[in-house]
Every structure is written in structure tokens, then in C-alpha cells.
């Protein structure tokens, strides 16, 4: 982690993204900054120090999501998102709770390939185009003919073309060990192929560019040293993994129809995990004791208290997040960055049409939105994505005709396209 993300930082960093919350941008501010102060203590305090997890309570579509999932960008920390309800399902068995931790570590090993993928990139594309030009015109061919087709193949001119290559065969569903139980069992296929012999190849037809995305694919692989990929990010899914786990409510509340035995036995199944255990993975063993959980959940019908003792004591950061108004959602839609107004003028003006949205259409905008939560169901900020979706929706269909074209949105256009929608419970409901 970097030196310079201090708690103030990551706000600020929040706050490019984020409206509000406040509350609870601090907490994870310093729940990340205290990973990175754990590291300068000494081996022995080290150990000592345990994450301080963090409930974060709100009504859906408020961003608490969000805030840890950007948090976890920032920091480049491997990150997942579990919803606590998954494992209340039919067919659950206690030890499923640990893929948890086997996702995290998957995470954090792509995370770590993305990373070395860059400094590979150059070798691995020289060699990609090598093997790509050897499927298109035979490895004999003169080095004029595969400059001309090296050319064509960089200028976009063979997207179309179908070329047969000798491809590493992808591996199938993971096979499922009998008597293992559970994910425990569970190997893929290709990692005991490759163990014997090396990877199965297979000849397959496929466009170019396709062609071109799966060769650089296996080139990049090839030279990543695979055992230390593995060794640090199980390390790093060790010390800056986030697990965040959704509608933890779900899972507190009894269940007058019998149902309570298994939530609860959820909680206890994931105490284990958020207080320290070690779990097998397919890279070797991976520690929990310093993953950081953000547990959520709107508590409207449970409390934090209905959850088992030691979980509450788990989780002993609260903060609560508050429901978002008309005026957070014209800052949603003004002020952070890439926001849904931006990204929708990006998207048409790569087909040449400018769009111009007025400050009184954001407004118009914000105050359908708040309407449609209020009168039909409260999705917070996620209803200025139906919204915004269902205003542009015509002229995103229409755009190849209004080429060079210049739409100004203003608040008379938004009333026109939304006004008897938002209006009317009932269509609303099926269209906003
Ligand atoms: N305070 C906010 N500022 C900016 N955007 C927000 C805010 N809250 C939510 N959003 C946007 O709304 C969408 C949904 O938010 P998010 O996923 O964080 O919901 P949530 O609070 O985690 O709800 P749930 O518990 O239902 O998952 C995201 O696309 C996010 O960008």
C-alpha cells in the first residue's frame, strides 16, 4: 500500500465517487490505514494487532457497496462481495463458507498476473504475432508476405478473417473429487493434466482478433514464474483482502417457519472464518486471521443485536449510512467523477452526436428519481440508472441518423419523456 494513503487521503479519494456517507467513508479510511501502520510494527506486535471489521448499516442503494469496493481499488487490494443469504440455500453444507476465502485468494492471483501481465507484454505479444502469422500464411513464407499480413492484422483489415490455430485446451468445469464433500474436492482437470505432460493442444478456428487476445493469453502465461504468482497473492489475500459480506440482516432475523436453525448456523459457520482460521486452497493454505470484513445490511426488520453475541463482537465498527435525497442524487449526477450523465454523452458522441444536458434537466432528473423510489419501491441511487436509461433510450436507438447533430436535454425534454411515466404508480413501476 502506498505511504501517501493517509485516512484523510482515501475520503478524499472517496469523495471523487462517493456523495455522503461520510460516517462511513472514515471507517474504512482508517481500517486500511491500520493495515498499513500494522505492517511497520514489530514481527511479534504484529501478530497481535487484528483488523477492526466494520458493519455498515443502510437501506439499499446508498453506497456501501460501493465505498468498499472502491476502497479496495485503491489500495489494489483483492476484494469479494458474498451475499450472507447464499448460504441459507437449499444443499448448503457448513464447509461452503470457506470459498469464501478460496475466492479471495482467486481474486488476488488475478489481480497479481494483471499486474506482471504488463511488464511480460512485450515479449508476449512478439511471440503471439510470431505464431498468428505461422497460422495465416505457413511458417515458410516470405518475410514480405508476413510484413504485408503483420500490417493488415494491425490495421483492423482481418477482424473478419477466420484463422485455425493450435491452442492449450481450456479446461472444463472443475471436477468434483467423490467423497471429498463439498468445494474441498474440487480440481480442475487441466492442473493435474498439466502436472503430467504438460497442457492438452487442440486446433481450433477462430476470428483474428480473437486468435490474437487467446495467443497473447498463453504467451503472457508462459512466462509468468506460476509458483510465485501463487506464493504472493496468497500473501496478499493474507494481509489486504476485503471480504464484503451483504444482507448480513437476512441471516440475524429468526424465521417463524423454522428457518432460524440454519441461519443462525450461518453465523456460526462464518465465525470462524472473520476470527481467524486457516483454510485449504488450491494454492496452499491461507490464513483469515487479518482479512478485513465489511458485513451490510439495511437492519430494517433485524437489529444488530439479534445477531449471535460473538459476531456482534466482530463486527465492532457501526456506522450507519444514510438514505440519499433529491439533493444527493443532482450531486451523484453532477459531481462525481464518470458519472451516468458523463458516460452517456462519451457513449453518443462516438457516433458524432453531442449531447448537452442542462442543469435544469439534472434537477428534473433527480426529482423523478426521488419521486418513482418514493411511490414505488426505495432502490436509492440505482433508480438514476433506470432513469437516465429509459430518457436516452430513443435517442441512443436514433443516433446513427442524428449524426453531427447537437441534443440539448433540458428540463422540458426530461417531462416530456418521463413525466407520465413517473406520475403513475403502476407504470412506473414496470418501466422506471
Ligand atoms: N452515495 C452515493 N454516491 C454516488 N453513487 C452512489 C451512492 N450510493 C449508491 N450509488 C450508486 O448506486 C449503485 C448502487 O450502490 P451500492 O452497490 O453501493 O448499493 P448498496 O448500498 O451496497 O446496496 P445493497 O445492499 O442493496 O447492495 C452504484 O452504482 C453506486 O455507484
Known amino acids: 500500500m502506498k505511504d501517501n494513503l493517509t485516512p484523510k487521503a ?32 514489530s ?3 504484529r501478530d497481535e494487532v487484528t483488523p477492526k471489521n466494520i458493519l455498515m448499516i443502510g437501506p ?54 494483471d499486474r506482471r ?36 492484422i494491425t490495421e483492423n483489415a ?11 485446451d481450456t479446461p472444463s468445469a472443475p471436477m468434483e473429487i467423490p467423497g471429498m464433500g463439498g468445494s474441498v474436492g474440487m480440481i480442475n482437470l487441466s492442473d493435474i493434466m ?50 464484503f459480506l451483504d444482507e448480513i440482516d437476512k441471516i440475524a432475523v429468526s424465521d417463524v417457519r423454522g428457518g432460524s436453525v440454519s441461519r443462525e448456523g450461518v453465523q456460526r459457520d462464518l465465525l470462524p472464518l472473520i476470527e481467524g482460521t486457516t483454510v485449504a486452497t488450491k494454492y496452499g493454505p491461507m490464513k483469515t486471521d487479518h482479512v478485513l470484513f465489511i458485513a451490510s445490511g439495511a437492519f430494517h426488520v433485524a437489529k444488530p443485536s439479534d445477531m449471535l453475541p460473538e459476531l456482534q463482537g466482530r463486527l465492532p465498527i457501526r456506522v450507519e449510512l444514510k438514505a440519499l435525497t433529491e439533493a444527493d442524487f443532482v450531486r451523484i449526477l453532477s459531481e462525481t467523477r464518470a458519472n451516468l450523465v458523463a458516460q452517456y454523452k462519451a457513449l ?7 449531447v448537452e444536458v442542462t442543469e435544469g434537466a439534472v434537477t428534473e432528473i433527480a426529482r423523478i428519481a426521488a419521486l418513482v423510489n418514493e411511490t414505488v419501491e426505495n432502490i436509492g441511487a440505482r433508480r438514476l440508472q433506470t432513469v437516465m436509461e429509459k430518457l436516452l433510450e430513443e435517442l441512443s436507438f436514433e443516433a446513427e441518423d442524428r449524426k453531427g447533430e447537437t441534443v440539448t436535454i433540458d428540463e422540458a425534454y426530461v417531462r416530456e419523456k418521463l413525466e407520465g411515466l413517473a406520475g403513475n404508480a403502476d407504470l412506473s413501476k414496470y418501466i422506471l
Open 10 to 41: 482515501i475520503v478524499r479519494a472517496l469523495d471523487e465517487h462517493i456523495i455522503g456517507q461520510s460516517e462511513a467513508k472514515k471507517a474504512v479510511a482508517v481500517a486500511l490505514r491500520n493495515r498499513w501502520r500494522r505492517q511497520k510494527l
Open 117 to 152: 501481465r504488463e511488464s511480460v507484454r512485450e515479449a508476449a505479444s512478439k511471440a503471439a504475432m510470431e505464431r498468428l502469422l505461422n497460422a495465416l500464411v505457413g511458417e515458410g513464407a516470405s518475410e514480405a508476405t508476413r510484413a504485408s499480413f503483420h500490417q493488415r
Open 348 to 354: 453518443l458522441a462516438t457516433e458524432e452526436v453531442a
Open 194 to 243: 498439466g502436472k503430467f505432460g504438460g497442457p492438452k493442444l487442440t486446433r481450433r478456428k477462430m476470428k483474428v482478433p480473437d486468435a490474437w487476445d487467446k495467443l497473447v493469453d498463453e504467451e503472457s502465461e508462459k512466462r509468468l514464474d506460476q509458483d510465485d504468482v501463487a506464493r504472493t497473492a496468497l500473501a496478499n489475500a493474507e494481509t489486504n483482502g476485503i471480504v
Open 60 to 113: 439499499t442503494g446508498c453506497g456501501k457497496t460501493e465505498i468498499s469496493r472502491r476502497l479496495a481499488k485503491l489500495a489494489d487490494a483483492p476484494f469479494v462481495k458474498v451475499e450472507a443469504t447464499k448460504f441459507t440455500e437449499v444443499g448448503y453444507v457448513g464447509r461452503d463458507v470457506e470459498q469464501i476465502a478460496r475466492d479471495l485468494v482467486e481474486e488476488a492471483i488475478r489481480l497479481e498476473k
Open 158 to 168: 482481418m477482424n473478419e478473417t477466420e484463422v485455425e490455430i493450435e491452442v492449450e
Open 43 to 45: 514481527l511479534e506486535l
